[in-house]
């Protein structure tokens, strides 16, 4: 018999990360908690947490990172739709600690002509990346 | 007559004006191809949640849906409660009439709702000028962004939707309108004036039941999901109305600067002209004085 493939989509509003690509087990970080797809899962819409995602395919194994967002599994098509999704090896925790000090103290001098909106961003991005990155740590040990 | 002088230093002024236009022009032609590149990629995105919001609401039964805070958002409200305005405009000018439009578009939108009290988020800092200046409306600016772009993302997006519900949620508004600039094409922007809140209940029914109920689970309930899903449905739209804007700007700051360059050359050649005919014309006087000055010796 054939083996059955999932086929894996990542969209977030910044660009599509995976469109299309066959896989053979996907786990996401579901409101309610971790859940694994193979090929021939049900019919399922689910919220995300921000978390980590995992897929594998062969023996090849990849590791993202999600922020909040809806996963959809139809006819083994895996549709990922986060606001943001990034290959977790890329996120590089000491420069999102520093670009989250750098934040802080933005915010903290109140100036006229701070951008507020832009530091406010970069705060919560930030605090995003730490997040992952010590989720990453966290799945490593 | 101006001297040679004044014409050269006006020559050397005009150069460097040109100089400084064509550098824009070029700057902004090549973050245009990186705005346009981001509105495609924002596109699937924003597809994608469409459906899922159209399967989601083939699923719910009217019962549930009028149960759900979901349903806030599309309820019309009753007339005579605040309006809001959410106004999108560059940061910069150097433009064209890019802003100038725009702020028309604000004043005849103000001048329609004049008497109503009216709250207004402002996104750039050219349209939160213009509305720090008007006087004598019951307005107030509830939120401004400024500084956004060329670099506008996701998160500005987020950060507005986040504002904008809560002033609609917390306060008596009764439409959220949105204005700003479509980028057309390269040479044309088109002013967009839509109404953002209460939502329109045709992104809902589109092609509904296109697949067949029951066949999903969700998690969480149906209604839950969404109310999680439509304030990113409103993200959506807001990035690309951000998105929008900012290519347009690009856009009309590239054929702006473009003429302006080309209206520079043509003063220069002006300039130079007029520059060789005093200098000849200087040469021809000098001559005439020699010649007439050797004649009256010779004879």
Same mark, same amino acid.
């Given at each position: =018999?054939?083996?059955?493939?999932?086929?894996?989509?990542?969209?977030? !509003?910044?660009?599509?990360?995976?469109?299309?690509? !066959?896989?053979?087990?996907?786990?996401?970080?579901?409101?309610?908690?971790?859940?694994?797809?193979? !090929?021939?899962?049900?019919?399922?819409?689910?919220?995300?947490?921000?978390?980590? =995602?995992?897929?594998?395919?062969?023996?090849?194994?990849?590791?993202?990172?999600?922020?909040?967002?809806?996963?959809?599994?139809?006819?083994?098509?895996?549709?990922? =739709?986060?606001?943001?999704?990034?290959?977790?090896?890329?996120?590089?925790?000491?420069?999102?600690?520093?670009?989250?000090?750098?934040?802080?103290?933005?915010?903290? =001098?109140?100036?006229?002509?701070?951008?507020?909106?832009?530091?406010?961003?970069?705060?919560?991005?930030?605090?995003?990346?730490?997040?992952?990155?010590?989720?990453?740590?966290?799945?490593?040990? | 007559?101006?001297?040679?002088?004044? %014409? $050269?230093?006006?020559? *050397?002024?005009?150069?460097?004006?040109?100089?400084?236009?064509?550098?824009?022009?070029?700057?902004?032609?090549?973050? %245009?191809?990186?705005?346009?590149?981001?509105?495609?990629? +924002?596109?699937?995105?924003?597809?994608?949640?469409?459906?899922?919001?159209?399967?989601?609401?083939?699923?719910?039964?009217?019962?549930?849906?009028?149960?759900? @805070?979901?349903? @806030?958002?599309?309820?019309?409200?009753?007339?005579?409660? %605040?309006?809001?305005?959410?106004?999108?405009?560059?940061?910069?000018?150097?433009?064209? *009439?890019?802003?100038?439009?725009?702020?028309?578009?604000?004043?005849?939108?103000?001048?329609?709702?004049?008497?109503?009290?009216?709250?207004?988020?402002?996104?750039?800092?050219?349209?939160?000028?213009? #509305?720090?200046?008007?006087?004598?409306?019951?307005?107030?600016?509830?939120?401004?962004?400024?500084?956004?772009?060329?670099?506008?993302?996701?998160?500005?997006?987020?950060?507005?939707?986040?504002?904008?519900?809560?002033?609609? #949620? /917390?306060?008596?508004?009764? +439409?959220?309108?949105?204005?700003?600039?479509?980028?057309?094409?390269?040479?044309?922007?088109?002013?967009?004036?839509?109404?953002?809140?209460? #939502?329109?209940?045709?992104?809902?029914?589109?092609?509904?039941?296109?697949?067949?109920?029951?066949?999903?689970?969700?998690?969480?309930?149906?209604?839950?999901?969404?109310?999680?899903? #439509?304030?990113?449905?409103?993200?959506?739209?807001?990035?690309?109305?951000?998105?929008?804007?900012?290519?347009? /700007?690009?856009? @009309?700051?590239?054929?702006?600067?473009?003429?302006? +360059?080309?209206?520079?050359?043509?003063?220069?050649?002006?300039?130079?002209?007029?520059?060789?005919?005093? $200098?000849?014309?200087? %040469?021809?006087?000098?001559?005439?004085?020699?010649? +007439?000055?050797?004649?009256?010796?010779?004879?």
């Amino acid at each position: =018999m054939e083996k059955k493939h999932l086929l894996l989509t990542i969209v977030t !509003p910044e660009h599509t990360v995976l469109s299309d690509k !066959p896989v053979d087990l996907v786990t996401i970080p579901a409101v309610g908690g971790e859940m694994g797809i193979l !090929p021939g899962h049900a019919s399922f819409v689910v919220q995300l947490k921000e978390g980590v =995602m995992h897929y594998k395919e062969g023996v090849h194994k990849e590791v993202f990172s999600v922020l909040n967002g809806f996963a959809e599994i139809h006819k083994d098509k895996v549709l990922i =739709m986060a606001e943001a999704a990034e290959l977790a090896k890329e996120v590089n925790e000491e420069r999102a600690r520093q670009a989250y000090q750098k934040a802080r103290e933005t915010l903290a =001098m109140h100036g006229a002509d701070i951008d507020l909106d832009a530091a406010q961003a970069a705060l919560k991005r930030a605090a995003v990346r730490i997040k992952l990155a010590e989720i990453r740590r966290k799945h490593k040990q | 007559m101006a001297s040679l002088r004044d %014409i $050269r230093k006006h020559i *050397s002024s005009v150069k460097s004006i040109k100089q400084i236009t064509y550098a824009m022009k070029m700057v902004a032609a090549a973050r %245009i191809k990186r705005a346009q590149s981001a509105i495609l990629a +924002s596109r699937p995105f924003a597809s994608q949640m469409d459906r899922l919001i159209e399967d989601l609401y083939g699923e719910l039964e009217e019962g549930d849906f009028s149960a759900s @805070a979901a349903k @806030a958002l599309f309820d019309e409200r009753h007339p005579g409660g %605040i309006m809001c305005l959410v106004l999108v405009t560059a940061d910069k000018g150097l433009c064209g *009439s890019f802003n100038t439009n725009l702020l028309k578009a604000a004043a005849s939108w103000l001048r329609e709702n004049r008497g109503r009290k009216v709250r207004v988020v402002a996104v750039g800092r050219k349209g939160r000028d213009f #509305l720090r200046r008007l006087k004598g409306l019951d307005m107030e600016i509830s939120h401004e962004m400024v500084g956004v772009f060329p670099k506008a993302g996701y998160v500005h997006a987020q950060l507005l939707c986040d504002a904008i519900l809560k002033l609609y #949620l /917390e306060s008596p508004v009764e +439409s959220v309108t949105l204005i700003y600039n479509e980028f057309k094409s390269m040479l044309a922007q088109r002013i967009v004036t839509d109404r953002l809140l209460p #939502l329109k209940r045709h992104i809902l029914e589109k092609n509904a039941c296109v697949r067949r109920a029951g066949e999903f689970s969700f998690e969480p309930g149906k209604s839950d999901l969404l109310g999680a899903l #439509l304030p990113r449905h409103i993200g959506a739209q807001l990035y690309r109305a951000l998105l929008e804007s900012q290519a347009a /700007e690009l856009a @009309a700051r590239m054929s702006a600067m473009e003429s302006a +360059s080309k209206n520079a050359s043509e003063l220069i050649d002006g300039l130079t002209l007029k520059m060789n005919k005093t $200098r000849q014309a200087m %040469i021809t006087t000098e001559l005439n004085e020699i010649v +007439s000055g050797s004649e009256a010796l010779g004879s």
